[in-house]
């Protein structure tokens, strides 16, 4: 990361301006907001509906091509295409004095396509549908703030690139290799997952690594079973103790078997057996370390005739607490102040694709979405009023940082 641009960060500066064209504009279209809102919640977009990614895709685009951003789909047979939006002074024929800024947010939701939950409704305080905070409203909160920045004549002071992808939920296997290679052309990014009740915004993130881990052993009869029988549930066993074994909450690790299955039966001896390990873990290379211990522990046999393989299934490398991060934060903290908007600096367990970019060294800020809950279940809800205050706050944060 360039010294300059530490250097701006950590400077001390006299209070930032605001421009009140940003707040009027999206309190004047506070109604265009929450259509757009409703719209977007009522397209099913489970991530393996493609279809209804794609619907999603298509939709957005309209919003973008109106603020004359370059929009390319990236094409995808098993997921649903990526949406790539450039602002008019993006690209390698652009003036490369501008700051490179990299937003992204996903159009998937974790409810699956036959779910009954596909409605949006509201009351007086709260609205509520799948993805609504994970992360649909983040979306529009992203789109309303470049069409405030639009309306107030500053669309143009920094190279945008905005990344619809279609996959997080699922770890996001095909997306990550673009967040990547967006994430090593730019200065800094921002996630608009949604924000905390208490006004968080995320600084920091830890990692994660969920694994399948498979032990076969020796089918037989229980009644015929000797002390020394080849049972996989029995070998699974010592290794989930061994795994347990690794939970080490001061260094911020967390080792948790979440599922076991295995056998056919209670009088027969179980040939295979099986569990689905998460692990979570705060510093950089804390994964490659796990994985040592972890292939240790799969390695190893405590009962005879038995025999165990990993699979990870999905990871995210960690999102620290960076200097650079905490400067970047108290810099939107400051906006938030001059706004009237309370922020405060948060360290989520879950992971996002935040954690992707981060793994290139570039400093990024998440949960700049619109205040919420209850993700990932029917009662899935946002605060109405963190739309147009997040909108606010972020249309603010791209104008002045």
Known sequence: MPAAFFKTLSMRQRPIPMNPAITSYINDHKSEMFGLLEELICIQSGSRNKQGIDRVGKRIALEMEAMDFTCEFQ??????????????????????????????????????????????????????????????????????????????????????????????????????????????????????????????????????????????????????????????????????????????PEKGISANVGTIEGGLGPNTIAQHAKAAVDFRYLTMGEDERLKTKINKIVAGQTIPGTRSKMTINSSRPSMPQTRANTELFNKIKAIGDELGIHV???????????????????????GLG????????????????SMQERSILFGNILACI
Do not use: W
């Not at 619109?370 to 009023?385: F, L, R, T, V």
């Open 75 to 248: 094409k995808e047979t098993e997921y649903g295409d990526h949406l790539i939006a450039r602002s008019p002074d993006s690209g390698p024929d652009t003036n490369n004095d501008k700051k490179q800024i990299l937003i992204t947010g996903h159009m998937d939701t974790v409810f699956p396509f036959d779910t009954p939950f596909n409605d949006y409704k509201e009351d007086e305080t709260r609205c509520f549908g799948p993805g609504v905070a994970d992360m649909k409203g983040g979306l529009v909160v992203g789109i309303f703030a470049l069409k405030a920045l639009c309306h107030a004549g500053l669309i143009h002071k920094n190279a945008i690139t905005f990344i619809f992808n279609s996959d997080e939920e699922i770890g996001s296997p095909s997306s990550r290799k673009l967040i990547r290679e967006e994430a090593q052309k730019i200065d800094l990014a921002y996630v608009l997952e949604a924000g905390g009740l208490s006004g968080e915004i995320v600084s920091g993130r830890k990692g994660n690594m969920s694994i399948c881990l498979e032990v076969e052993g020796e089918a037989g009869h229980a009644a015929f079973a000797g002390k020394n029988k080849a049972s996989a549930i029995l070998e699974l066993a010592h290794k989930t103790i061994a795994i347990e074994h690794l939970n080490d």
């Open 344 to 366: 405060a600096a948060e360290l989520r367990q879950g992971v996002s694709d935040a954690n992707i970019i981060a793994k290139e060294g570039i400093p990024v800020i998440d």
């Open 370 to 385: 619109p205040i919420g809950a209850k993700d990932h279940s029917e009662d899935e809800y946002i605060q109405k009023s």
